[in-house]
Structure formats: C-alpha cells, structure tokens
C-alpha cells in the first residue's frame, strides 16, 4: 500500500471511527503495560480471548458492558468529560 493510498484511507474515516481507534489503542497500550497478554486479560474479564482479539482489532463496536469489564481489568474507570475536558462527575446527575 502507498503512503497515498494509507492517508486517503485515515483522513476518510469520521470522527466517531477515529475516536474508536483512539479508546481501543488506549486499552491495548494499557494491557501491554500491565504486561497482559489477550488470555490473560480475558481471564480476568471473564471474556473469551477471541473478543478481546476482535475488541483490539476493531472488528466489532463494543458493547459498553464489554468496555466496562475490560477497562476494570486494566485497573481503569469509564469517565464522561466534556469537550473542553472537563470530567462530568456522575453525582451532578442526581441534582
């Protein structure tokens, strides 16, 4: 594949696309810090390492459960933040 053809195919993409490649590439640097493999994050996930596979190479759309369990795993949280970054805590809901 030419350099052309590559960045014809990045910039195509809209922006939700992008911003699922940036969370799946987050999630991937973060099991390979921890030093996980796919089994290894699977087991603690309670998932199969065929759906941690698809989940790394953007086959599918997680669910949001499946993202729930495999950010845990990796000792992480989901978190809404605001455009200008700013984290919505969820207890402003309850008001």
Known sequence: MTWSNYKKGITSLDPTELKTIEIVAQLVQRRIELKLTQTD???KTGLKQAAISRLESEKAIPRLDTLERVTRALDL???LVKEDKTVYEIDKMSN
């Open 41 to 43: 994050l699977a087991t």
């Open 77 to 79: 949280e989901l978190a």
